[in-house]
């Protein structure tokens, strides 16, 4: 039985070596899927699907397997706890009739012949004793041995099943209701999300890697706790909703399938690679004469504008990867220079602000530019408003 375990841990290990240098290959092939025409992501949508029917099929395998091994392990237990039953009975046997035995030799005369017949049915019953001793020993350590490779079998199709489910993703280790995991996520490299933004060169790396720590409800996945190394993204109200995951997927054939555990790490991996995307965009506007701010919890980018106005930008969900527009959500004088702006007049700015362009919009900078000048343009007209008045 320790063998077979072996031997599945082993071709496990490189079958999953083999699907996940597939999947690269596949990912390497088609890595700038943005700018895939509709018959190369038809061709890239097929070898995903042929890799995922592969994964399919393995995942089968093994749980067939396991399923063997399990069944094995039961009948096993079952057949050695009868004989050591068996032994047990055996064994108080023998030691009565040892004693019974040796009970009647203080009533009995035995001549020489029956002293040595005595004696060598006395050997007899202690080498029976000895024998039988030593059986016991022997199954109760491979009953130990089934028991501690149930334990195996259990912690294997847990590890099995967490990182067939999710990509990207490598177990350190699992012990306990605790999973600690190492999340790679790959950055989208979109040509026409740079010209969006008129972004040149990049110098972030395109890969992020994150440690997880999470505690899980005991005898599930569902999730209990979370921290995450480096703390760079937030991830509370993703918690919040994967712990509520049973009632937003109340459908039972659903949660066969799939885990909070699952859709967490799908979810957090969608929420790195906006993070990043928007520190990138941010820091690539920070090169240019304002300023910028990049408050993730808030989703919020503040522009502090040179001429003492900071402007407060919402983010729309998806931005900057869907083609969704920021909104102006307020604008305050922050200098001395601007206090002579009224906030009435920064109201009527940023109500004609966000009537702009959706295209624009989508541009943070443009974005910013464009407040600048209506800024400018209006606070001409009222001063030259105030100096006809005055003549």
């Known amino acids: ?28 092939e088609f890595s ?55 032994l047990n009975c055996s064994l108080d046997c023998i030691a009565s009739l040892g004693t019974e035995k040796g009970k009647a030799d203080g009533y009995v005369d035995c001549s020489s012949d029956g002293e040595v017949a005595l004696l060598n049915a006395k050997a007899d019953y ?12 022997e199954h109760e350590i491979t009953l130990s041995s089934l028991q501690n490779l149930d334990g195996i079998l259990k912690r294997f199709e847990a590890i099995e099943k967490i990182e067939d489910a999710l990509t990207g993703l490598k177990v350190i280790e699992y012990e306990g209701n605790c999973i600690r995991l190492s999340l790679k996520t790959c950055i989208p490299n979109s040509e026409s999300l740079l010209f969006q933004h008129k ?25 209990k706790s979370v921290e995450i190394f480096p703390n ?15 009632q937003l997927f109340p459908d039972t054939s659903m949660l066969e399938t799939r885990s909070s555990l699952e859709w967490f790490i799908r979810r957090v991996q969608d929420r790195i690679v ?36 900071d402007a407060s930008f919402k983010m729309a969900q998806g931005w900057p990867v869907s083609n969704h527009a920021l909104k102006l959500i307020s604008l305050k004088r922050s200098s001395q220079y601007s206090k002579e702006i009224s906030l009435s007049f920064l109201g009527k700015v940023e109500e004609v602000a966000n009537s702009l362009d959706a295209h624009m919009r989508q541009n943070i900078l443009s974005f910013v530019d464009a407040i600048e000048e209506m800024l400018m343009q209006r606070m ?9 008045s005055e003549n």
């Open 126 to 137: 202690k080498f029976k004793m000895l024998e039988l001793s030593h059986q016991i020993e």
């Open 32 to 86: 700038d899927i943005g700018s895939l025409a509709s018959e190369d992501l038809d061709a890239y949508l097929g070898k995903v699907k042929e890799e995922l029917n592969s994964v399919e099929s393995e995942n089968v395998r093994i749980s067939n397997e396991i399923e063997d091994l399990t069944r094995s392990y039961i009948k096993d237990s079952s057949q050695l706890e009868i004989e050591l039953e068996g």
């Open 380 to 388: 001409n007209t009222e001063l030259q408003s105030d100096i006809s």
């Open 232 to 246: 760079d993204v937030c991830i509370g109200e993703l918690i919040d909703a994967a712990k509520s995951f049973r």
């Open 199 to 223: 972004i040149e060169d990049i110098a972030e790396s395109l890969e992020q890697n994150h440690e997880l720590i999470i505690e899980v409800v005991e005898g599930t996945l569902d999730l």
């Open 274 to 309: 906006l993070c990043t995307l928007r520190r990138l965009l941010v820091n690539f506007a920070n090169k240019s004469r304002h300023s910028f701010e990049y408050l993730d919890r808030a989703e919020i980018i503040v522009a502090h504008m040179v001429g003492g106005v």
């Open 1 to 28: 039985m320790g063998d077979a375990m072996e031997t599945l841990q082993s071709s496990d290990t490189v079958d999953l070596d083999t699907i996940r240098s597939k999947i690269n290959q596949v990912l390497s």
